[in-house]
């Protein structure tokens, strides 16, 4: 349940702009409520909690540069089971590609390789998506699958 700080004023603005329903709220604390796409968001002095079952129908009215949904996709492999062994990565949005990696591992089996990706220590770095790195072994990892 996102809980988005900000001038919920301007945030009704916005979100009237975009065609929601609106309702007075139910308690001296609740200013407004509002509903639009399968998103309700209830306004309080300085915040908006936003529920529902798609909360960014809301959240990407109020907060337009925040961003959107990122979709990760990463792949391990190996070259003979054991053999040379890599990692690999691409974080998509709705615009494209937005970054992407890869890493040599050593020697290992596909399922050390698959299982590698997995591990919290191989994620993507979060300062990664503002990064553009096209890489041959990502892209043919992706195709391979």
């Given at each position: ?96 590609i937005v970054a ?46």
């Amino acid at each position: 349940m996102p809980v988005v700080e900000c001038d919920v004023d301007d945030a009704r603005e916005r979100l009237d702009a975009a065609g929601a329903s609106f309702s007075e709220g139910n308690s001296e604390y609740e200013r407004w409520h509002a509903d639009l796409g399968d998103a309700h968001a209830v306004a309080y002095d300085d915040k908006l909690v936003v529920q529902g079952g798609n909360p960014t129908d809301i959240t990407a009215v109020v907060e337009p540069d925040r961003g959107g949904r990122v979709h990760a996709y990463f792949d391990g492999a190996s070259r003979g089971n054991p053999g040379p062994a890599a990692v690999g990565w691409v974080l998509v949005s709705g615009d494209g590609i937005v970054a992407e990696g890869n890493d040599r591992i050593g020697r290992a089996t596909n399922n050390q390789a698959e299982y590698e990706r997995c591990s919290p220590s191989s994620r993507p770095p979060r300062s990664s998506a503002s990064t553009r790195s096209r890489s041959a072994a990502t892209a043919s990892s992706s195709r391979s699958r």
